[in-house]
């Protein structure tokens, strides 16, 4: 008898206590329980939610804890098809509210946030609709019964005549919560009632709550929702959740990014300057400058601009995929100065503040925090967390606020600020599992280098306005050193003359030495009374020469390296040849064959060679020995260093040296290196993303106009990237084009700004002349006297 085969289909089960525990996953502890059910108030429209301690009585037994809002309520059919199904979608199908907001919630477990909080559950809730209550009731010990399936757990429901306004009032009797609930309309509204309280709730727990709510809200001037805290216990201590305002702060900017235009329109607010002062004392800073840094705009404190984000982030054109899937979102933030030293004071028109009060506020509310649909994402913006490397950015670029343009970082302390995004508009930016923080996919970095470069927006404003006042003051002093040293330098020949006078009455030769020496240690003194001014961007040069520290530390290491490269190559081909005969050779492609691989090999230990060779001689001592210095020898030498690592790349350097008066200038070798190799290096990696065939040519001309001498510099590459929106940009310190395949700078960018320095330590100029289909800069250099 043939065996007959039944197939039929069966469901999967879930017993009640896997469901409780997948739910409470998400609530370690009790204060995020309570913050899950707070947004579910605000996703129910509500105007206000309070959550309440009752926690009058001495035995723990008798305390509950309270959930009420105003928000849209639910009738049986709600209750019964959303709330009681475990993982609904409803919030993802109709994830915008009545008044337009994104409901946070999405999973559909957040009812589970009850269970965490207390073994008995009650909800009264009612709707505009209809003008009638329905209760909910649940005892979660029913998930603990073993094998129980979900399908067999209960909760009962109630509906009967009444207001939801009538039952909180009499069922809170507190004269704090009458007063709360009178100013707000509650028409409708839900209020859940949990018991049996799984955990003592202390004053130090409520104010950790307090705490929690305080981070979870938005600023309080976006007006979102109010959030009410008490515990009957102490009905004074707690209340209105204070969410940050500033209202005294130096800097606020609002940016939005709309990533259909690639752009970031910003509004930046100034408040840090103190007009009647500047009025008074300062109006010549402000001759002949322009908008927005002009004294105009400087009076309306706000003004407007947008700029494509490709030039925020220094990315090409090419490379803004990434930037449309991220979507739009707002960023805001405010900076406040903490202190102000006596130097400053001295320099900068600041406005007078409370330091004091601020360093509260910012202790409270500081940091750069993320809101998705108005709640908190953490830990961004958490005490301590710099999430950004703000800290990192401002040790590197430790200068004052307006001593170089573009060179001032902020400090992670100094700063408070809210990311708005949504789930909506950024899908991209999803939590972890343990919705710990934002998984750091490319948009999550993206995001971090917009919400930068929108910073070093600021940044940049803030130098720009504060360097005339820096560079009036630096003049001030610097004429009254020459003051001072002028009067010394009058003392001085008045006591060489005295001195002289001495000698003419000597007649030993003791004594004549004795008046030398005394003519040396004066001289020595007034030496050391000449100061030289010690600026802050010495400890950004700083890591530059620890690099050329470590690199002599191990010049004789790298010199043998440079020396033996080509060793190793001359003996493995000689090895392969005494056991390969040449036939096999000749018979085998050059891809396939090693002694072709190890041509390839050996070119690249040519360049390296060379490279190590060139870097070494950049230490020598002579070239950090100021001299007289001709040009015209300098750039011979300079061709024939580069000559050879040139000609691999293809590139001719051209020195066309039209004949000058007078080329030679006092200066350290190693500063024209600092010009010359970075302009160099910088034409290298312009003919490498050059798409046009062309003779690589750079060319270097001297010649005499007027009283200077003029070294023209240029080359017939692709000129300047359209990341920069001026060309004057890249002596910007930290401001580079060169990205890796992830977007990342590569660059230092300090190569053009350490030239322009160079250039200004001797009284020089440097300019760029052409940036657009290749690319032209001058050096300028006074004639020696």
Known sequence: MKEEHIKYEIPFTVSARTARLIGQENFANAEGAIIELVKNCYDADAKVALVVLDNASNDKNDHSLYIIDNGLGMDEHILVNNWMRIGTNNKEVSYKGSQGRIKTGAKGIGRFALDRLGRNSYMITQTKELKRLVDWEMDWIQFEEPNKPLSEINASVNSYKGNIKEWILSNIKSPIILKTISEYNFDNGTVIKISNLRDSWHNSGVKGLYKGLEALIPPSDLGIFDVYLYALSHSEDF????????????????????????????????????????????????????????????????FEYEKDVTKILKWKEAETHLLRTLGDFRFSFYFLRRAVNNKDLETYPFKDADYNERKETLDRFGGIKIYRDSFRVRPYGEPGDDWLELGKREAASPAGPGQVIGSWRVRSSQIAGTIFISRVANSSLNDKSDRSSLI???????????????????????????????????????????????????????????????????????????????????????????????????????????????????????????????????QLRKAIRSIVSEKIFQELPDRKNPLFIIDGIEESHQKMGFWLNYSLTGINRDKRNRTDLDLFHYLDKLKANWDESLSMKFITLSLLKTEAEKNVIRAFEIDLDTIFNNLIANSIDAFNSYKKIVDRII???????????????????????????????????????????????????????????????????????SAKGSFEITLEFPKRK
């Open 239 to 302: 209340g209105k959740v204070s969410t940050a305002f500033f209202n005294d702060f130096d800097y606020k900017v609002e940016a939005n990014f709309v990533s259909e235009k690639l752009k970031v329109e910003l509004k930046i607010t100034r408040d840090e300057l103190d007009l009647k002062e500047i009025k008074i004392n300062h109006l010549d800073v402000f001759q002949n400058q322009k908008a927005p840094y002009d004294l105009k705009t400087l009076e309306n404190k706000t």
């Open 440 to 570: 750091e996919n490319e948009s999550f970095i993206i995001l971090k280098r917009i919400i930068i470069g929108i910073i070093s927006e600021f940044e940049y404003d803030r130098s720009k306005i504060s360097n005339p006042f820096y560079l009036k003051q630096k003049k001030k002093r610097e004429d009254e050193e020459e003051k001072r040293i002028r009067q010394k330098a009058e003392e001085l020949a008045d006591e060489i003359v005295k001195l002289r006078d001495e000698e003419k009455q000597l007649q030993e030769n003791a004594n004549k030495q004795e008046y030398q020496a005394r003519i040396e240690s004066t001289i020595r003194e007034f030496s050391n009374n000449t100061n030289e001014e010690k600026d802050s961007e010495e400890a950004t040069l700083r890591g530059l020469a620890s690099l050329g520290i470590t690199v002599a530390s191990f010049a004789h290491e790298l010199r043998g390296l440079a020396k033996n490269l080509g060793l190793d190559t001359n």
């Open 699 to 769: 060319e270097i001309d001297l010649k005499t106009i007027g009283e200077k001498i003029v070294i023209i510099y240029k080359d017939n590459g692709p000129g300047l990237s359209d990341v920069f929106s001026y060309s004057e940009e890249i002596f910007l310190p930290f401001v580079s084009s060169k990205k890796d395949e992830h977007g990342n700078q590569v660059g230092t960018g300090l190569g053009m700004y350490l030239a322009k320095r160079v250039m200004e330590s001797y009284n020089g100029n440097i300019g760029v002349v």
